[in-house]
Each structure stands twice: as structure tokens, then as C-alpha cells.
């Protein structure tokens, strides 16, 4: 959610840079319910968890931002790839952070975004480990919603994507990465906080890493 001055900079960003913010709907300037994603959705209440920001700072993490909604904010929603991560486990693949019970692990990387008006920086990602032998399987799967970031973007060594240690992840939990498999990366909704870190906007909501707004658009639906 950002002032209605940054919403064209902000749609322009997620065009240029739609694997990392793949949209499903931009909401009207003031308005704080949806129109095509969340019947009866309101953008204040329904999420888990929320993170406000101003100028690039966090405030703090609240289970309600109601007394923050101002009346020209416009609101982004965009994909999540907990979205694949059925049709994964349907394919007979492991979904550590599903088996393990936690938030599945983010970092920050060292890939530069495609800016637009105010907005850049890095790109965060997310990490599952895959078996060797499953990868091409994994990359299939994802590869066909691209509306909740799709294929992997990097397979394998960490540390070419700036990440130091893969057992310190920047948002979420660690996964366990048992021999034979390998991290494959996947682009990240997180993102978006990275930027607004790095442009600093004067105020921001977002949600919290791992605390998703739950559409009612069907999984069927994000499949080219």
C-alpha cells in the first residue's frame, strides 16, 4: 500500500520487473477493499501481519493497520510462490518448509532490479532444497505460474547471488539441506521491502515476510 504519488512508479517497477512482482490486482486510490482477487477483502484487517514503513524505516509489525490507512493510498497485490508449493508436493517433491514446520527461508541478494521512477534495489529471494535428480521437475511445475514468480531464477551456489551463509537467511526460517540436494532459488514478494529500503517513500504498508493476504483466486487460475 503506498500514496497514490508513487503508484505509477510503483505499477511501472512491477511491470519492468515481473517475475519478482508478478500482479494480480491493483487496488483503487483510497479504496480499502479489492475488486477482483479478495471478495469483500479489507487490505487493513485481513492479513495476518503487516510491516508500516516511512521513509525507508520500519515502524514496527501490527495485526491491524486500520489507524494507519490514509485516504490516497493504492494497493499492490502480488503473487506468492506458496502459491506452487502444492502443485510441488503433487509432483511427488519435498517442500522443506512445509515438512519442517516453519517460514521458508528469504535473502537478500546481490541482483539488481530494473528501476522505474523513484523505485531499485536488490531482489530478495526465497530457497527450497530440491533433490539433484528433481530439479528439472521443480523448474516444470514453477514454470507454469508465472503469476506467482514461476521458474527459478538461480540454482545451486549461494554465494554468486551475494548470499554468505544460506543458514542465515535475511526474512523466515532456515531450511535444512540434506546431502544430495541442492538450494534452488525462486524470486520473492519480499522484494518490494528491499526497494522501499533502498528508495525510501515516505510511507509504506507491506506485509509481513511469510504473512500473506489468502485471495480467492483458485490455483488452476495462475497456470499459463
Not at 506468492?80 to 514446520?101: Q, T
Not at 530494473?114 to 511445475?141: D, L, N
Request: glycine share 8%.
Amino acid at each position: 500500500m503506498l500514496p497514490e504519488k508513487y503508484a505509477y512508479d510503483f505499477l511501472l517497477f512491477c511491470q519492468r520487473n515481473p517475475q519478482s512482482c508478478p500482479l494480480l490486482e491493483v487496488g483503487d486510490a483510497g479504496n480499502k477493499f479489492l475488486n477482483t482477487s479478495a471478495a469483500e477483502c479489507d487490505i487493513t484487517t485481513d492479513l495476518p501481519k503487516y510491516r508500516v514503513w516511512e521513509k525507508g524505516k520500519l515502524v514496527g509489525e501490527f495485526t491491524d493497520v486500520s489507524d494507519f490507512w490514509q485516504g490516497n493510498l493504492v494497493t499492490f497485490v502480488i503473487g506468492c510462490s506458496f502459491s506452487f508449493e502444492a502443485p510441488l508436493m503433487a509432483n511427488g517433491i519435498d517442500v522443506r518448509n512445509i515438512s519442517e514446520n516453519h517460514n521458508v527461508p528469504m535473502y537478500l541478494t546481490n541482483i539488481d532490479t530494473k528501476p522505474a521512477g523513484i523505485f531499485s534495489g536488490k531482489m530478495v529471494v526465497s530457497m527450497r532444497p530440491i533433490p539433484y535428480e528433481q530439479i528439472v521437475k521443480a523448474v516444470t511445475v514453477t514454470a507454469k505460474v508465472p503469476k506467482v514468480h514461476g521458474a527459478p531464477i538461480h540454482i545451486g551456489n549461494p554465494e554468486a547471488i551475494g548470499i554468505k551463509n544460506i543458514n542465515k537467511p535475511d526474512f523466515g526460517e532456515p531450511s535444512t539441506i540434506k546431502e544430495g540436494e541442492v538450494p534452488v532459488f525462486w524470486c520473492c514478494g519480499v522484494t518490494p521491502q528491499s526497494v522501499v529500503m533502498n528508495s525510501k517513500p515516505d510511507f509504506c504498508i507491506t506485509h509481513a515476510p511469510g504473512h500473506m493476504l489468502i485471495t480467492d483466486i483458485p490455483e488452476a487460475q495462475l497456470q499459463n
